[in-house]
């Protein structure tokens, strides 16, 4: 039996062959050793002064070893008493036959290959309190497998007696038999037994390739995918590449002669020699050395740890080792071997399958591959074993291949949706989700993905020593994997620890709150409105500051620079450590610890005792105050900085910080806060004294000023004129802005500009026709009375919908539900007009009319609430026999951005966005009393151009003028406006608008009159 499995692109190529019938018993590593002499460091130094101590290191063991060492805090307190270990159960799978159905059918035509699964499940709670890596996984080994061995005995010696081959699968209790259907009847009334599952061979989705050649490389040449997560600044700022950890896929192979992948394979031994024993598993070609089926998992393996040599930067983390197994040939894959391979990837063997070692286990897996739907927990008991033996497992949230419009709720594949792995999705370069990346929430009501990251055009490595471009959640799941092993490489601590470390991944990400494609009603259980949200998650990967929340620092402990040299046996080198007085806010006893590592980071390190004793005196100042907003006053949450000294956190609640210096000496401090533009000041606090210095800082933005608005333009017959547009910028940080202009075939007019349209909202006259739509409903044909002017065509009717929309054809349904999004309206596709697009709530009050005045046809939303709100709008529009449209707005004060407003039209073939909440259009802008008045005008796209499309920078304080050119067009009769969009940097306002007005100067020196009819 086939069952579609989406392993994200291609995904993996068959795994392990069945392990060996009895698991022979593990060879534990031989451990470096180190000695330090002295055993502890300590020293008193004077506030404001310097120390350094000399440290000697050696080899005693009889390896090389390369040390690492790392700050470290003192050890924490012992507990009292010690825990009650958690309960971490290995999960049964869930079938609701005792003999899969599958399975049934398979024997009905003879023997066949099936799994027997065991009732009495283990408990690997017991793990969760083992810090040592090499006891922690050899403790979880020996209880699946002792359990395996416990449970299955009677079923054993019952097949053993009758000649029937098995092979145990321990890791889920579990055995791979071959049998016929007396066999399996007589096995499913068997009391240890739970259930029997046909050996399913899942079918892998085509692979999603793109003809992307370029990374895109950012100036410090690395590829955008990896700036966007500032992985780089990791390696640059930190000096972290994830050196110590050992990452590994279940895929479909790595091939690990590939020039950006060789050098970081575990079975690496340099100088052209490789053991693959533990560093490689593959049952579905028994290769002795690494391979790949397909394209799919060298990609993988490559945005995990590559460094391709003349290429940009491509892996996350690159100083990291790898290893792999290969699951699926190039479409398949069994049950039998993903057990197999999540087995091996527990306690890796030696080639012949033989000599686990669970020491040799990977810190972090990646598994780029998902099961077509959720709620299918059949791979629960692997996940379960690997969170108890520590490894971080990460999956991609999954593919729906071919989707161009978005996934609906509850997409999410397993095992991604299980809670105890870490589901990735699928961003592109403007870090908004992928239409192909499935989604949340799980089945359970769960929020997932936990997090997303680029998948969209990664360029990576190639099973042919080249590189490619590929998509899918498959490509954003590395990503996450690499960076957690930057994680554990900044800080060993968090080795194992799932905990920590998914609060640290999900705590320090960019939060995304705002997407209008998934707002509209068909994600209404899954609108991205809260962090964490079942579109982003807790938001969008970021490394850097990951790492920096996991870094142990200890500012006053200085190590070396340079990373220690290899130590051979019996080698010794000595380090200098620096203990400095200026970086601790006053006299105290402090104390750290060194941490010396020697090769592995699982390895228990070389712990030195650290003490500085800084002692009080009277010549000592006190410096005090507090850092605010200087607009508001408000406190902030910042740090106070000493030059070439401490820096500290101010109290959140109040801004205050204290400090203790040596007096008579001159400081200088500065505080900063995100957002903030940073601020420097002096002083020299007398001996003895206790002084204030309060920072007052000011919001860090730009800020665009339109110096001149309108912006006329007169030009004479046949000629062009150039224009500029004056804009400044009055901020603290470089502005940045791009101008479009639009196809606008209305000019739009404002009461609120000073040549805007007087009058304003006119009240229904009591001959109105009041329309009665209930919620989401839409009118029947309404006769204008006239002849009305859109666009290219003529309308006599229009159709109400009780959303705020005015259309010139029947809308499809008698129901339409509100969708939001700027124009074009997602509820109907013909010529339109809406005046405010919102989700009003007619059945709940308020009044939808339709009235012929002697100004026009005139259709208002009076006092209508918003559904689910109890704030209630007023709007209405007339139209005009010539052609004019006008917006009246009596009371919107209470219109939220979060309503998702829109105002535009919709023609045949164009539409035009007046006013929207969300994306890169002008605001609404909307006021009491407002008229906004519609004229038909030339296409200003006809007449005016800007001199560049890209991007331009202003300095701060700077001035730049706009470069536009506007020509003549023919004769006109009124004033042509073409309103610009100004797309910026500025937080304030990210679109501002500013006016070109056309008029003819001298006219042309002939005129055509043409005799026009209307009807």
Known sequence: MKRRLLLILLIIASLASLLALAPAVPVRADPATLSATPTSLAATVELGSTVTLNLTITNTGSNPITPMIYAGLPPAAAPAARMAPPSLPVPLPQQAERIDPDLQAELASGPTQFLVFFADRPDLGEALLIRDWEARGEYVYRTLVEHAERSQHAVRAMLDAAGVRYKPLWIVNALLVEGNAALANALATHADVAMLTADHELQM????????????????????????????????????????????????????????????????????????????????????????????????????????????????????????????????????????????????????????????RPHILNNSWAFESGGNPIYAGYTAAWQAAGIFSVFAAGNIIGSNNYTGCGSIASPGDYPDVTAVGATDQNDLITSFSRIGPTTDNRIKPDLVAPGSGIISTKYSNDYQSLSGTSMAAPHVAGAVALLWSANPQLIGDYAATYAILTGNTLPITSDSRYMGAAHTACRPTTVPNNIYGYGRLDAFAAVAAARVQVPWLVLPAAAPASLASSGTQTIAITLDARKVAGPGIYTARVLIYANNLTDPPLAIPVTMTVPARPTHATITGTVTDSETGQPLSSTVTVADGVTLTTNAATGAYTLVVPGGVAQTLSAAANNFAPQSQSITPAPGSTVTLNFALDPLRPRLTVLQDPVPATVDFNQTVNVALPLRNDGNIPLSYTLRIDNEPYGVWRSDEPDGPTGGWINPPPSRDVLNLYDDESSGALDLGFDFPFGNNYYRHIYVGANGIIAFAPFVSATNYFSPSCMPLNETGAPALTPLHVDFNSSAGGEISFAHTSAGALITWDDVPLYGASRRLSVQALLQPNGQIRFHYRDVSNLLDADAGVIGLQLDGAVQTIGCSSGSHPPLNLSNGLVIELRPQINPQAWLSAASSGSTTVAVGATSNAQLTARWIGPIYQTQQARLRIISNDPRKPVATARVQLNEGVPAPYQVIIVMVYR
């Open 205 to 360: 989705s085509e692979p999603v390739t793109t003809a992307t050649v370029s990374c895109n490389a950012t100036a410090n040449n690395v590829c955008w995918n990896i700036a966007k997560v500032n992985a780089d600044r990791v390696w640059r700022e930190f000096g972290v590449t994830g050196a110590g950890i050992t990452v590994a896929n279940i895929d479909s192979g790595v091939v690990y002669t590939h020039t950006a992948l060789i050098n970081q394979y575990r079975g690496n031994l340099g100088g052209g020699s490789f053991d693959h024993n533990y560093n490689w598993f593959d049952p579905v070609g028994n290769n002795p050395e690494p391979v790949d089926s397909g394209i799919h998992g060298t990609h993988v393996m490559g945005t995990m740890v590559a460094t391709p040599p003349g290429q940009p930067a491509m892996g996350m983390a690159p100083g990291a080792k790898w290893i792999a197994a290969r699951a699926c040939d190039s479409s398949n894959c069994s049950n039998s071997n993903i057990i197999a391979a999540a087995q091996w990837m527990l306690a890796p063997t030696d080639s012949s399958g033989n000599n686990p070692r669970p020491s040799m």
